[in-house]
């Protein structure tokens, strides 16, 4: 090989690496130019790409929200739709609980009234309450219940409080009066838990006063006999409703709460021959002072003063002797002691003995219905 042919290769083999290094530079040149565009962005792009993912997130958020928002709104929809269904028993079975309790109650009323020799309670519906009759159906309501004497009638309208005689009024219209007044005390009875003829006093008015300030007037005491009676049907009516409110339905019912209904109605029937000695107004001057003690310290929420006049009236305060009281065949002094006063002597008549334990009873439910103030005077 001569000279000249290696010089042309050589140059040859030159043009061909610059060529190569040419096609890399501009190469090179054109990444980072891609790179460089890809790298900075202007600022309305930046701020447009942020604002479409800030649209994005709300429109996320706010979907969230109201698919919440909509759940919330069934659960309380549906609440409410069972608190209504649960109201609507409840109000059934308080409809029919005081249907039989009316039907019941009736029926005492209509015995104690034959056996004190009183007029028959006239049945539902029997009175005509249209007082817009013409005076022929007025002179012919005898003839749609049970008529009554002249003389019957009058005294009949007497004893409730009510004039005998109306001016220009027919007998007709007089016995309609006179089942008027009846049916309306028998309203009033059979809303009571226990009925009394006793007028009931206003809640406000129920507060007895202490023992020392007990009125010895007839019509101080028949007031105070209200103002009893009053206070013992309302806590009756209370303990009523507790029981029906914690038991709606048949279904909800358990065996304790079975049981405490039956303590309440035991209570309730117990109570009776108080309520009667209230309106006889026979009651005893010492058991008399301890109810209103028990009952003022009750209303005053201080119930265990109220239990401790309760001890006092049931067991007596006297005190027991200690030691031998019995050697032998006699008795001893010490023993001799247990017969003397200050004693409780209640528990000896057996109806004194359980009208006084349904007051035991109101007592524990008054402090749960009417807490005190201060827990000292809880009962154990």
Known sequence: ??????????????????????????????????TQQKRYIRNG????????????????????????????????????????????KRRRLAEESRIRREAREAEEERARRKRLGLPELPAAGEADADGSNSSNKDDTA??????????????????????????GETH?????RLRQITAAATAQLANLPVPT?????AEKDMKVPAVPDIPRDPAGRKYLFRQLASYFNLVLREWQMALLEATPTADDE???????????????????????????????????????EIVHAAQERRYVDA???????????????IGVIMVGIHERSAREKLHGGDKGSVMTDDVTRKYVQSIKRCLTFAQVRWPPDDASQLMG
């Open 307 to 321: 239990n401790d006049a309760y001890l006092r009236l049931s067991i007596g305060k006297a005190a027991w002797p």
């Open 197 to 201: 003829i006793l007028a009931s006093v």
């Open 254 to 292: 358990t065996e304790a709460s079975r049981g405490a209904r039956s303590i309440m109605e035991q209570s309730r029937t117990a109570i009776k021959p108080l309520f009667r000695r209230l309106e006889n107004g026979d009651m005893d001057d010492k058991i008399l002072a301890a109810i209103v």
């Open 142 to 167: 005898a003839d749609e219940g049970e008529d009554l004497p002249e003389d019957e009638l009058r005294k009949a309208l007497r004893e409730n409080g009510a004039p005998a005689v109306l001016f």
């Open 1 to 34: 090989m001569d000279f000249a042919s290696l010089m042309t290769a050589q140059i040859a083999k030159k043009k061909g690496s610059t060529t190569k290094s040419g096609d890399s530079s501009s190469g090179s040149d054109s990444k980072d130019a891609v």
């Open 172 to 176: 007709g219209r007089r016995l309609r």
């Open 45 to 88: 792009e930046a701020e447009e790409r942020r604002r479409a993912e800030y649209l994005a997130a709300q429109k996320a958020r706010d979907a969230e929200r109201e698919a919440k928002a909509a759940v919330k709104r069934k659960r309380e929809e549906e609440a409410v739709e069972e608190k209504r269904i649960r109201e609507e």
